[in-house]
């Protein structure tokens, strides 16, 4: 009996031992939370860092890791997306932006903010807005950004004159900068500048019904009926006509950066990568746009991208919580120029140091909070190819067509895409 006893015990030792020699307990296993983004260039390098730095750090701490996968613009996320959906293999979270918000809105695999059960009650009002629609809260704001007036601050200064508060001001801006080797102005806009540029008019309008398509799909096209457009196309008119305008479509920050062009609209989130770029070149400044005319008090929509997931598990909330959390969106705006989405990242002595040595982020920032929390971005099916068609129909306009007719044809082509997605989805 006794030997038995002693056999027994022996195995029983045996099968401890690999738990011992491995600390006492087995390890937890890492859980992967997958990551497709489409921030490029220096500003992927940021977004790598704060990855790297979560998996270091907090993810240490609770067996989670970051893989964050570039999958090409943000059109080309939601391409990968779309197709991924239905196989198992879609992402944990995607970087996208508003354009694949009517997909989104409308998919079986996405798993809203409120679902997560994520607090947002620190982020910019208005980046909730924009991303809220009939089913709730669809994505969680992270690489913010507004539409900036970029511009030659040293030759504007050689000639006297400031960024402009409207089109009719930038008529006469554009003939005192323009010369025949420099562009007073570059670009052609579409969709993501006319969702201020007609939307700021009145004080608030809409390009489509239904709050832009946020409240429910949009079923109607306001820009032609309340005369938004025309009256853009009007005064976008009048600057061509100055003979000074390059209505460039591709090309236009390399333009701006090696002087070949004195003003441009881009996003804050360029602000970054083309301070650097023009070095010491010339001083770059930047202003709010500039109204279509007098009545447009609305100010700028906000825009840039967010994060959409398609997991319900605590760490894609952890992951989320870490990404929107002050310090975060505070380093991610220093280094890129979006804009913070969480409100106490502006209480942060750090990012008011920052503020002060770098007023020039400060104007997006002040164009969001001074704007009227009601404008909102452009939902609309067919996001892309309505993007190129504006572009299109305004260089049509440019180079002679009727500006009515321009209209007419516009809505149209939006009315069409609208009319095809809610006969295949609604």
């Known amino acids: 009996m006794r030997k038995l006893t002693l056999i027994f015990i022996t195995i029983a030792l045996i099968a401890i031992t690999p738990l011992f020699a491995a600390g006492g307990k087995e390890e937890a296993k890492t859980e992967k939370v997958i990551i497709w983004h489409s921030a490029q260039g220096s500003n992927a390098e940021v977004f790598e860092e704060i ?49 694949a918000a009517t997909d989104m809105n409308h998919s079986q695999y996405l798993v809203t903010v409120d679902k997560l059960g994520i607090d947002t009650s620190d982020i910019l009002a208005c980046g909730i807005s924009s991303y809220t629609s009939e089913n709730g809260l669809l994505a969680l704001p992270f690489n913010a950004s507004a539409l900036l007036y970029y511009y030659n601050k040293t030759l504007y200064d050689s000639v006297g004159v400031s960024a402009p508060r409207t089109l009719d001001d930038m008529v006469e801006v554009a003939r005192k900068t323009g010369s025949k080797d ?11 500048e006319l969702s201020t540029l007609i939307g700021a008019q009145n004080g608030l309008s809409y390009m489509l019904n239904n709050r832009n398509g946020h409240d429910r799909a949009a079923t109607e096209v306001l820009f032609g009926k309340e005369g938004t457009y025309k009256a853009f196309l009007e005064k976008w008119k009048t600057v061509y006509d100055t003979g000074f305008y390059s209505p460039i ?53 906000i825009s840039g991208g967010a994060l959409f997931s398609f997991t319900d598990s605590q760490a894609v909330k952890t992951v989320l919580e870490y990404l929107i959390s002050p310090d975060v969106q505070a380093k991610w705006s220093e280094a890129t120029g979006y804009v913070p989405v969480n409100t106490k990242a502006y209480e942060t002595e750090a990012y008011k140091s920052f503020l002060e040595k770098n007023p020039l982020y400060k104007v997006a920032i ?33 180079n002679g067509k009727d500006i009515d007719t321009a209209v007419a044809d516009m809505v149209g082509i939006v009315e069409s895409a609208i009319a095809s997605y809610s006969s295949q989805n609604l």
Do not use: H
């Not at 701006?256 to 881009?266: D, K, Q, V």
């Not at 909070?369 to 129909?393: K, M, R």
């Open 249 to 301: 479509t591709s090309g236009v920050t390399a333009e701006f950066t090696s002087g070949r062009c004195a003003a441009m609209l881009a996003s804050s989130s360029n602000l970054a990568s083309v301070i650097n770029s023009v070095s010491r070149e010339f001083e770059v400044g930047v202003a709010k746009v500039p109204m279509v005319n007098e009545q447009a008090t609305g100010g700028t929509v």
């Open 366 to 398: 002040d164009s969001l909070l001074e704007s009227n929390p009601g404008l909102a971005n452009v939902w609309v099916p067919s996001a892309y190819s309505i993007y190129y068609s504006f572009q299109s129909n305004i260089a049509d306009v440019l």
């Open 182 to 192: 420099v562009a007073a102005f570059a670009g052609v806009p579409a969709t993501f």
């Open 51 to 99: 990855a790297q730095t979560f998996n270091n750090t907090i993810g240490k701490d609770r067996n989670i890791e970051i893989e964050a996968i570039y999958q090409g613009k943000a059109n080309d996320v939601l391409t990968s997306v779309n197709a991924a959906s239905g196989t198992g293999n879609l992402p944990d979270i995607a970087m996208m932006d508003a354009t």
